[in-house]
């Protein structure tokens, strides 16, 4: 697999430095060089652009600016010398940050990261239901990327910004810094079902449902009013 890639920079050193970095990386190519987030804006409308390496702080727009417009199929790795924003970036499609100055294999491993991230998300989409029970995810919890499988979660809490992930294998949950909506998006529909505007939870972990109750190993996830038809139908037609 190769990913296209831009690097934006108003530092020309960097830009440079960037660029020398991508060419010695055999699956990334790189597609499109900007000094300005302004200018790599106007170009990206309909190009096909898998990561971005992206300097923060640059003016008129901002990498973090940028960065919120940029369709979720792009993926970023920041680029900055400002360690404030670390937190910031997981909001966006922030796969790694990388603090100025770094090296070769730093900038390799962020990569490498992206490179997995697009395998998963191919291999998943073009998987069977049963295979797919063996894919994973990733996601950031305590400034790194953990991958998780599918079949070890057990269901996950909404919590405003946060979510709340809890896995058969550990017993405090990993929490993460993503809507309940967006990672409902990802997990694939045949095993996991949103039952309140709180939760989601994994059809195969369920124990038992008592009236309006599921109940997951010794955790009780309340159904939500709106969600009580929609779930009572996918229930009878796997039964």
Not at 105 to 118: D, N, P, Q
Not at 153 to 158: A, D, Q, R, S, T
Request: charged letters at 25%; hydrophobic letters at 40%.
């Amino acid at each position: 697999m190769v990913l296209n890639c831009w690097i934006v920079d108003d530092e020309p050193l960097a830009l440079s430095l960037l660029e020398s970095y991508v060419q010695r990386v055999p699956f990334l190519k790189l597609t499109g060089k900007y000094s300005n987030a302004l200018s790599a804006m106007k170009h990206i409308a309909g190009e096909k652009v898998d990561v971005i390496f992206l300097d923060i702080q640059m003016p008129e727009v901002s990498g973090m600016e940028f960065a919120r417009v940029i369709s979720d199929s792009t993926r970023i790795v920041f680029t900055t010398a400002f360690s404030q924003y670390a937190v910031e970036g997981y909001k966006v499609n922030a796969i790694d940050y990388l603090l100025k100055p770094f090296s070769f294999s730093e900038f390799l491993a962020a990569a490498k990261k992206a490179l997995s991230w697009f395998e998963m998300a191919g291999a998943s989409k073009e998987q069977t239901p049963s295979e797919r029970e063996k894919v994973g995810f990733y996601v950031k919890s305590d400034y790194k990327l953990l991958h998780l499988l599918y079949e070890d979660i057990l269901y996950i809490e909404g919590l405003k910004d946060y979510v709340k992930i809890y896995t058969e294998n550990d017993p405090k949950p990993i929490l993460s810094l993503m809507s309940l909506k967006s990672l409902e998006e990802t997990l694939p529909a045949d095993r996991f079902t949103r039952v309140h505007r709180s939760y989601i939870i994994h059809r195969d972990k369920i124990t038992s449902i008592q009236k309006n109750r599921i109940t997951i190993g010794k955790k009780q996830v309340p159904i939500g009013e709106t969600y009580r038809k929609q779930f009572k139908e996918i229930v009878n037609n796997e039964q």
